[in-house]
């Protein structure tokens, strides 16, 4: 059975306090990329009652997703945009969500992040973190962009670090590993590092 909205509500602000937990559901938080940190990403910022998620990838879900992505194996094959959304919506169901499977390009991504206040770069594709991380410091002044580098492998989790590079540039993760080192992408490094994004939105709305 589904809880009603002001139950939800109620228990969040519990949590959080009613000024914070209003904060949190007034914000828009852009998730680019939902792999491994992204849909991670999105399922820690629904737990925590931000209002309205725009999820953002062209992607499948592929058998080598599910050991660190947030979905099922009955949703192999499903585009990550759509199948990401279901998955938000048993667990947060009164949270907007807005989905654009698509790649992201020069041309596209200012429209695609106008109206967010918070952008999470969790790409995949250097290429692609480096277009959107100049995208937002550029072309949408006044954005909060909280991006990760280096979570592979089975170092210390404790390396892994948030990073204030600017005022509304954040930096997550341990900046030296690489997806070709060692072993790759583990689950538990990699969502360590999609919690640091995570908590790093948190804060950032708390004024902290």
């Given at each position: 059975?589904?809880?009603?909205?002001?139950?939800?509500?109620?228990?969040?602000?519990?949590?959080?306090?009613?000024?914070?937990?209003?904060?949190?559901g007034?914000?828009?938080?852009?998730?680019?990329?939902?792999?491994?940190?992204?849909?991670?990403?999105?399922?820690?910022?629904?737990?925590?009652?931000?209002?309205?998620?725009?999820?953002?990838?062209?992607?499948?879900?592929?058998?080598t997703?599910?050991?660190?992505?947030?979905?099922?194996?009955?949703?192999?094959?499903?585009?990550k945009?759509?199948?990401?959304?279901?998955?938000?919506?048993?667990?947060?169901?009164?949270?907007?969500?807005?989905?654009?499977?698509?790649?992201?390009?020069?041309?596209?991504?200012?429209?695609?992040?106008?109206?967010?206040?918070?952008?999470?770069?969790a790409?995949?594709?250097?290429?692609?973190?480096?277009?959107?991380?100049?995208?937002?410091?550029?072309?949408?002044?006044?954005?909060?962009?909280?991006?990760?580098?280096?979570?592979?492998?089975l170092?210390?989790?404790?390396?892994?670090?948030?990073?204030?590079?600017?005022?509304?540039?954040?930096?997550?993760?341990?900046?030296?590993?690489e997806?070709?080192?060692?072993?790759?992408?583990?689950?538990?490094?990699?969502?360590?590092?999609?919690?640091?994004?995570?908590h790093?939105?948190?804060?950032?709305?708390?004024?902290?």
């Amino acid at each position: 059975m589904i809880p009603e909205r002001e139950e939800l509500e109620a228990a969040l602000q519990e949590r959080h306090g009613k000024e914070l937990q209003e904060r949190f559901g007034r914000a828009v938080v852009a998730v680019c990329g939902l792999g491994g940190l992204g849909s991670n990403i999105a399922v820690i910022l629904a737990r925590a009652g931000i209002g309205r998620l725009i999820l953002i990838d062209f992607d499948r879900v592929d058998l080598t997703n599910l050991h660190r992505q947030q979905y099922k194996a009955a949703q192999i094959g499903m585009f990550k945009t759509g199948a990401l959304a279901d998955n938000l919506r048993e667990i947060a169901p009164y949270a907007e969500l807005e989905t654009h499977t698509v790649r992201v390009t020069e041309d596209n991504v200012c429209s695609l992040l106008q109206n967010t206040d918070i952008v999470c770069e969790a790409f995949d594709d250097a290429r692609a973190k480096a277009l959107l991380t100049n995208a937002v410091l550029t072309g949408l002044p006044g954005k909060y962009l909280v991006a990760a580098s280096g979570m592979a492998g089975l170092g210390s989790a404790n390396e892994i670090k948030t990073r204030r590079v600017t005022e509304h540039f954040y930096v997550c993760g341990d900046g030296v590993s690489e997806v070709t080192d060692d072993i790759g992408l583990v689950a538990s490094r990699v969502t360590v590092c999609a919690a640091h994004q995570a908590h790093a939105v948190l804060q950032i709305l708390a004024g902290e």
